[in-house]
Each structure stands twice: as C-alpha cells, then as structure tokens.
C-alpha cells in the first residue's frame, strides 16, 4: 500500500505496478501545481517519457536590480498535472481517504486494516522552517531564459519568472509575504496557485519505506522535492520486489548528507543576506556552470568569464 498520491506515490506505484498497489490519498483528487523546474538529469532519473517536458532551459539568469549573473545549466520544466493524471489512470488511487500507518506491513483506513508492505509517500509531517510560495500563470512572453530575482528585503527568498509554450511562471518565495515580491508582468493572469514549502532536515527514519517530501530530502533553498523523489524511485522499488533495502539505505543516507549541507549553507546564506549587493557586484556579467548536475548545486559550482 502506498500512503499518498502526490507526485511520489503515484511515480512509485507506477513502478511497482505488477503488485497492483493500492494508493490512499486523503484530497479529493490528483495533480498538484507547482513549478516544477528540475534538472534534465533528474528528469532522466524519473524515466517517464519527454512528453512531459513543457520546456528546456539552457539559461537562467540571477539578477539583483541592474546586476545580472548567468547560470549556463540544463533544467526542464516537468508538465508534472499531466504526469499525474495520466499515471492515476494506470493505477488503483482511492481518494478523499485518510489512511493511518500501523507499522511497515499495516495501514488503518476507515477502521479497515489492510496489510502488505507500507509506502510512506505522504508529504512532509515533522518540523521546519516553513516559507510560503505564490505563483501566478500569466499569458506567454518571447522568451527562452529563466529569471530569478533577489531583494534584500525577502531574506531567504527569491521570485522568478519561468516562460513556457503556454504561459509563463511568475511567483515569488519567502518567509513573510512573498506576495510582494512577484515580478509584475503587463499580461492577463489565467491562474494563482501556491503553497508552504519546508525547508527542513532530513528524516533519517527506516522504520518504514519513505518517498517524497515525507523523507525531508528536498532542496533547502529552492524547496525542490522531485530531485529526492527521482533519486529514490529505482532503489525503492528495487528494495520491494526483491526485498532487499541495501542500496535502497545508502542512497537515501547520501542524499541526507547533500541536503544536510544545503541546509547549512542556506542558514549562513540567511544570516549574510546583506552581502546580496556585494556578491553580484563581484560577479555581475559573469557567467557560473551548473551543468552536469545543477540540483547538486552546493558541490559543483565552477566560475568563467
Ligand atoms: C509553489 C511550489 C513550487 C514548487 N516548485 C518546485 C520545483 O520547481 N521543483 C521541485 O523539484 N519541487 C518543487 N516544489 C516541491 C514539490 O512540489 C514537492 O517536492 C512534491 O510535490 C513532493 O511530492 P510528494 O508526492 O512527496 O508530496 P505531495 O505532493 O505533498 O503529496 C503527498 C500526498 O499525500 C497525501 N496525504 C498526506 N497524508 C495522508 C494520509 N494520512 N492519508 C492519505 N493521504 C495523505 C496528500 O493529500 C498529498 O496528496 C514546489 C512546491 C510548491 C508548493
């Protein structure tokens, strides 16, 4: 059984289809809409098909007022409502139930237990430091390259602006009213979506299969959780067909370290956020490489000209 049909459970389920899983979601229904930006190789790792890729973005740029730093990288943009949807359908999804977790073999749903081997796919439910997100889908603009932008006055945050085929992504993340900080656009907004992301330390818990935001292995600063999702999908499933949960741990332990120092990095960046003018003044017009892995961005930074 596996407990959540977010992205993480349904991407797993999908993968253990031959035992015909039974996946509980306590929302009346399937897609969740977020940005959804991730790296093409992270994309590879969800091996799905590249129709579900709105865009590929070669570029993205930092900016802080007249300051810019570009960002050679490879990400995509996941059509991620689409994913989910059409894996829904190959899948037995019961919605609008709350299921309990009794143990790693027994789930109580509606005062019914069902055994089999539990997989937590539920979200994140520990402590953290919250930050709200916004994001608005406005008409399409000409554009191939990604905007992020930094104020000093959302410390810890950021805003964007993501042009798609069929839109472009404009929102903003902070701890306090990031509604403030969403890059006006002079277009028609079509929808406002958003949500709290954690920015939190990892669960280091095997009591019970975890995948998703519930492992607390997502990107502290930018709050991505698919790049966790898409590293533990083929040790998880492998760790269930064939019960062995070895390489299963220690991917797991290896992205809780990754995230244990973005973590830390993200805190020291917090608390030097003053120093935001003085980092794009050193390199403004410069260009970093973050190609060949760019979720792993606290390791691989490498600076031209
Ligand atoms: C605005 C925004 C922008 C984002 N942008 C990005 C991005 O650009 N890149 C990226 O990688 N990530 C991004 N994320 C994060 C990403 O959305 C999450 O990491 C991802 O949704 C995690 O998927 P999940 O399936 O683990 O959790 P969820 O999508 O939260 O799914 C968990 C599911 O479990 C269900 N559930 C919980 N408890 C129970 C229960 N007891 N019984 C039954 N069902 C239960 C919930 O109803 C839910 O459907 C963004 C998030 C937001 C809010």
Known sequence: MIVGGGLAGLLIGY????????IFDRKPFTGKKCTAIISYNTFKDLEVPKEYIDSRFKKIELKYGKRIIYVNTDVIRLNRVKLELDLSRELDVRHRLNAEIKGKDKVLVNSETYSGKVIDASGWKGKAKWVKAIEYLYEPIESDTIEVFFDLRNRGGFSWIVPLPYGTL???????????FVPKLNKRIIERHGGAIPRTLP????ETYKIGDRTGLIKT???GGIFGISKLLKPL??????SDNSEYVRRYLELAKEIKKQYRIVRILELMWDLIPIVF???????????EEFDFHSLLFTISH
């Open 15 to 22: 993968k253990l289809k031959e035992l015909s899983p039974i």
């Open 170 to 180: 404009v929102g903003a993340l902070g701890y306090d009213r990031p509604e403030l």
């Open 203 to 206: 669960l280091i818990d095997f």
């Open 221 to 223: 600063f930018t709050g």
């Open 237 to 242: 499933s492998h760790a269930i067909l064939n």
């Open 281 to 291: 003044r050193i390199l403004n017009d410069r260009t970093i490489n973050a190609i």
